[in-house]
């Protein structure tokens, strides 16, 4: 995600920082988090629609670089997993609600049960 910058200015609260290299943007706030889901959705996104049918190993290593080039900070290992099993078949995973309506999850490529998960 070459390019992504943050939506607001670095310094308003409640804002992720701008890609500035200065490290990975934390989300602070209610518009911090939603702008921070965003951004990892578009990603999720994009690995769903062009890592069908491409290997696990591939796909985390993928995963794991447009994560680090947006700035973002890394993610547990049981969610890589997660977001990489979904994509290898083609399917999103969805980080949340409010994410998934502003970047337009494409629709699952399989029948996928929905659930919540605490």
């Known amino acids: 995600m070459a390019g992504v910058t943050g939506t607001g200015d670095a310094r308003e609260p409640g804002r992720d920082e701008t890609r500035d290299g200065s490290g990975p943007v934390e989300a602070t706030g209610v518009r911090g988090r939603r702008d921070h889901d965003a951004l990892l959705q578009a990603i999720i996104d994009r690995l769903a629609v062009e890592g069908a049918g491409h290997d696990d190993a591939e796909l985390q290593q993928r995963l794991?670089?447009?994560?680090?080039a947006a700035g973002l900070t890394p993610m547990p290992r049981p969610w890589?997993?997660?977001v990489v099993s979904g994509a290898v078949n083609g399917d999103a995973y969805v980080v949340s609600a409010p994410a998934a309506r502003r970047s337009g999850v494409p629709a699952p490529a399989h029948r996928v049960s929905s659930e919540i998960i605490d």
């Open 64 to 68: 794991e670089a447009e994560i680090a």
């Open 80 to 82: 890589v997993d997660a």
